[in-house]
């Protein structure tokens, strides 16, 4: 088993459950450090057993480490010729080890890795995970439920700051290309504006929706914006360039957003960037249930020789996914969605 990508709460809920429901199948569980990692470099493994996986279910990050480069078709290493793909070293450390089957925790890029290793014969089953919930298949990652509390927490006490001094406070949540973030702490936190990479906005209607609620005595506002979220004809924003085997890091649309705010009703504006404390701290009861359940799933496909599936929340069900069905697409905010027209309902604008 291994821990793919950036953590999310859960993580060890799953660890815990793959362990111990393996363990009483009589199946011995080894745990794989920093992803990929593990089954290229020789040490890098340890055997698990319930004993190890001791109250970890409500501790965030991952027991076994995660890493979010490291892609082993295309493993950086410093030689002349640049990189080099380590995916055959994986193959036959996985047949060296004496291991049978591999559990893939991860999001995208590793469910994607993991995709690519199951094409070339390593029987496997994949556990998806982030707090942006924008994996095809399942309508919950484990850590979105504990990301949307946390940020609901961080706008209720936003408010209240902001009606002493009569603000705007633009708060940057994550999701990098989903508004799931966004949108249900959002609707949650009471928000007056959210906006999401789904729908490009333009501020000034915004500023329009802001300026009306000081005219009826509202004089503070709450803006939620995703870090994916786009200005009409703009571009994302970005801290830092994608470069070799590393996704582009986004950052900084909230203090743009805050500014142009300001300027154009005149109040003062502040911004909040919540970042990775989104994905700190224990999991919600919900995450810890729905984490548990795949690590159980996701043994049970193991036991019955269903591989190249992803386990995955149909509610009320958890359900095995072909992995070639979810990799290499990503779960948006649908338009349509009742939770967005509901938005939309109580007026809360999006800048489109
Ligand atoms: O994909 C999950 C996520 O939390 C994104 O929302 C965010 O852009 C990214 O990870 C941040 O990753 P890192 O840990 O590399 O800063």
């Known amino acids: 088993?291994?821990?793919?990508?950036?953590?999310?709460?859960?993580?060890?809920?799953?660890?815990?459950?793959?362990?111990?429901?393996?363990?009483?199948?009589?199946?011995?569980?080894?745990?794989?450090?920093?992803?990929?990692?593990?089954?290229?470099?020789a040490g890098r493994s340890r055997v698990l057993t319930p004993h190890d996986?001791?109250?970890?279910?409500?501790?965030?990050?991952?027991?076994?480490?995660?890493?979010?480069?490291?892609?082993p078709f295309a493993y950086p290493i410093e030689t002349s010729d640049g990189t080099r793909d380590y995916s055959d070293r994986v193959i036959e450390m996985f047949g060296k080890m004496g291991l049978d089957a591999l559990v893939c925790i991860g999001g995208d890029?590793?469910?994607?890795?993991?995709?690519?290793?199951?094409?070339?014969?390593?029987?496997?089953?994949?556990?998806?995970k982030t707090i942006d919930n924008d994996i095809v298949g399942t309508t919950n990652c484990f850590g979105f439920d504990t990301a949307v509390a946390f940020a609901t927490d961080a706008i209720d006490r936003l408010h209240t700051t902001a009606e002493a001094h009569r603000r705007i406070i633009v708060v940057e949540v994550m999701g990098r290309y989903a508004g799931w973030i966004a949108l249900h702490a959002g609707v949650a936190g009471g928000a007056d504006a959210i906006l999401i990479p789904e729908m490009p906005f333009d501020l000034s209607l915004v500023a329009e929706k802001l300026r009306e609620r000081d005219r009826w005595g509202s004089h503070f506002s709450i803006v939620v914006v995703a870090e994916g979220a786009i200005p009409k004809g703009g571009?994302?924003?970005?801290?830092?360039?994608?470069?070799?085997?590393?996704?582009e890091r986004?950052?900084?649309?909230?203090?743009?957003?805050?500014?142009?705010?300001?300027?154009?009703?005149?109040?003062?504006?502040?911004?909040?960037?919540?970042?990775?404390?989104?994905?700190?701290?224990a999991p919600t009861s919900f995450d810890r249930i729905l984490a548990t359940r795949f690590g159980a799933q996701a043994v049970e496909l193991i036991r019955q020789?269903?591989?190249?599936?992803?386990?995955?929340?149909?509610?009320?069900?958890?359900?095995?996914?072909?992995?070639?069905?979810?990799?290499?697409?990503q779960r948006l905010v649908p338009l349509d969605s009742d939770t967005l027209l509901t938005a939309k309902a109580l007026g809360i604008a999006f800048g489109d």
């Open 109 to 128: 890029g590793t469910l994607g890795i993991s995709y690519q290793f199951y094409q070339k014969g390593i029987p496997l089953v994949g556990v998806p």
């Open 305 to 329: 020789g269903d591989f190249g599936k992803m386990v995955a929340f149909a509610p009320p069900d958890i359900v095995g996914r072909p992995l070639e069905d979810v990799v290499g697409r």
């Open 250 to 281: 986004l950052g900084g649309i909230g203090a743009k957003v805050a500014d142009a705010l300001g300027r154009m009703t005149g109040k003062e504006t502040r911004s909040v960037v919540l970042g990775h404390l989104q994905r700190g701290g």
């Open 53 to 71: 996986v001791r109250g970890i279910m409500r501790l965030g990050g991952t027991i076994l480490g995660t890493v979010n480069r490291g892609n």
């Open 1 to 41: 088993m291994l821990t793919g990508g950036g953590d999310a709460p859960g993580l060890n809920a799953v660890i815990r459950a793959v362990v111990k429901s393996a363990c009483n199948s009589g199946i011995e569980v080894v745990g794989l450090e920093d992803s990929f990692d593990g089954l290229i470099e």
């Open 235 to 247: 571009k994302i924003a970005l801290v830092e360039e994608a470069t070799e085997g590393r996704v």
